[in-house]
């Protein structure tokens, strides 16, 4: 699955910003879906997931409460809306897709997006 994200941008702190990740090439249901993030100087790091059955939602602590992340698998896409965001928050965003049960680590996902850039400033 080829997996495009898109999105981010230049948002105030406290502010909000919903990104985007599209699929396509495969059928999209069959993947639980995640997002990490990978601030400057910093190693990526897990944000949020959604199981490949729609049931279950995993979150970093650090954004538990403040992100959500949903899917529509009609339209072959994932969300992640961000809610009240910090300077921390600023990163690349990637999507990735694994197959599979829910993942939190990056080595269970097979495909990644091309990152979408947030930069939230205080």
């Known amino acids: 699955v080829q997996l495009q994200a898109s999105g981010g941008g230049l948002v105030q702190a406290g502010g909000s910003r919903r990104l985007s990740c599209v699929g396509s090439?495969?059928?999209?249901?069959?993947?639980?879906m995640g997002w990490f993030r990978q601030a400057p100087e910093k190693e990526r790091e897990f944000v949020a997931a959604f199981s490949w059955n729609g049931i279950n939602t995993y979150y970093a602590d650090s954004v538990k409460g403040r992100f959500t992340i949903s899917r529509d698998n009609a339209k072959d896409t994932v969300y992640l809306q961000m809610n009240s965001l910090k300077a921390e928050d600023t990163a690349v965003y990637y999507c990735?897709?694994?197959?599979?049960?829910?993942?939190?680590?990056?080595?269970?996902?097979?495909?990644w997006g091309q990152g979408t850039l947030v930069t939230v400033s205080s």
């Open positions: 090439g495969r059928t999209f249901s069959v993947y639980t």
């Open positions: 990735a897709a694994s197959v599979g049960s829910m993942a939190t680590t990056e080595g269970r996902y097979q495909y």
